[in-house]
Nanobody, 120 residues
């Protein structure tokens, strides 16, 4: 298990920007895929973006072109830059980690979540 702590949520305006951060408690980014998920009230949790240990990224169609996932291996921190925010981006956002050394493993470590609310 990896300890993950998110920060940076809050209130954003439609069309505005927010940046989320997720700090890991160790140097894991060279062997872990990191991801951001979100869960809106009454909806299932959905994958927002992932970044592999080699830096390959993947995004949900709903956020492509607006959100960017990145990581700083030296700081053990992964980021989610959210631009052109929409009200439908309102959700609790979770950081997650998946050990690439474990074939077929799912995301097994999770942060506590950070609330993002997009409203004027």
């Amino acid at each position: 298990q990896v300890q993950l702590v998110e920060s940076g949520g809050g209130l954003g305006q439609p069309g505005g920007s927010l940046r989320l951060s997720c700090a890991a408690d160790g140097s894991i980014f060279t062997v872990f895929t990191m991801g951001w998920y979100r869960q809106a009230p009454g909806k299932q949790r959905e994958l927002v973006a992932t970044v592999t240990s080699s830096g390959d990224t993947n995004y949900a169609d709903s956020v492509k072109g607006r959100f960017t996932i990145s990581k700083d291996n030296a700081k053990n921190t992964v980021y989610l830059q959210m631009n052109s925010l929409k009200p439908e981006d309102t959700a609790v956002y979770y950081c997650a980690a998946r050990d690439e050394r474990l074939k077929g493993a799912d995301f097994g470590s999770w942060g506590q979540g950070t609330q993002v609310t997009v409203s004027s």
